[in-house]
């Protein structure tokens, strides 16, 4: 599926197992998205845990309807002991099905604009249903983030009419 103004192409994919190593905040009201970011960022062992890091990501564990939300701004490791070892949060994201939105343009707007797509035009056709694992937001590195050009990813779990939940 792809947004008329053809900056949003969403794809079903499966993807791995993944351990993603950071800072996790939350359950809470108006959580600050940036700040959690900027304590991760700002962390004196975050350069080590680079080192074993690859691509930047956030999680989105949940949501209630108050609109609280728990969050984690990490980067995917392969061994969860680097990260522990360094004082940061682990958190293991299950294999499955996901809806893949790579959206393109600035953010925060082309997050929103994504997160809004999703949710409006791809899961409201009844082919996929959300699951409780976390979501994933997914921010390549080494190119601005507040560019036109800025390519990201949104995974949303989801289960698909006739197959298996989660693995």
């Known amino acids: 599926m792809e947004s008329k103004d053809g900056k949003i192409k969403v794809r079903s994919d499966k993807f791995p197992k993944r351990i ?11 959580l600050d998205y940036a700040e ?5 960022t700002g962390d ?22 108050d609109g609280e939300a728990e969050y984690m701004a990490g980067t995917f490791i392969t061994d969860r002991y680097n990260a522990e070892d360094l004082e940061f949060d ?31 035009d791809v899961l409201s056709t009844g082919k996929y249903g959300m699951t409780n694992t976390p979501s994933l937001e997914v921010y390549p590195q080494g190119k601005d983030m507040s560019g036109e050009d800025y390519v990201m990813e949104i995974e949303v779990p989801v289960t698909v009419a006739g197959e298996e939940e989660f693995s």
Do not use: C
């Open 20 to 30: 993603l190593a950071g800072i996790r905040k939350g359950p809470e009201m108006d």
């Open 36 to 40: 959690v970011w900027n304590q991760f």
């Open 44 to 65: 004196p062992n975050f350069p080590r845990l680079m080192e074993f890091g690859g691509e930047m990501a956030a999680a989105v564990i949940s949501m209630n309807e």
């Open 90 to 120: 682990v958190l293991e994201i299950p294999g499955g099905t996901y809806l893949a939105a790579e959206t393109i343009g600035p953010v925060p707007q082309s997050i929103h604009n994504a997160w809004e797509y999703i949710f409006s």
